[in-house]
């Protein structure tokens, strides 16, 4: 068992993104909680993301307690305009 975790820990993350993306269930959604709390700049407690959601620029993003992503909603996010 623990040579198969140290094999699945060297996945890229766009793979694990692949698979934590369209993984159903409490199981989907615990897993994709778990990916995204390290890549957004900031998440709250108690957020909620949908199968198929995902999001560009995550160092971007802040997603506020309670939040709730919807099935297949694409959040893309950059840094600020400059105003010259």
């Not at 369209?22 to 995204?36: D, H, T």
């Amino acid at each position: 068992m623990r040579h198969r975790v140290g094999v699945a820990i060297g996945f890229p993350a766009e793979v694990w993104q692949a698979f934590v993306t369209a993984l159903p269930g409490p199981v989907g959604f615990r897993l994709r909680e778990r990916f995204w709390r390290h890549r957004v700049r900031h998440m709250g407690a108690n957020v909620r993301i949908e199968v198929g959601a995902c999001f560009f620029g995550a160092g971007y993003i802040h997603l506020s307690d309670n939040c709730y992503i919807e099935r297949n909603v694409l959040t893309m996010a950059g840094p600020p305009r400059s105003k010259t």
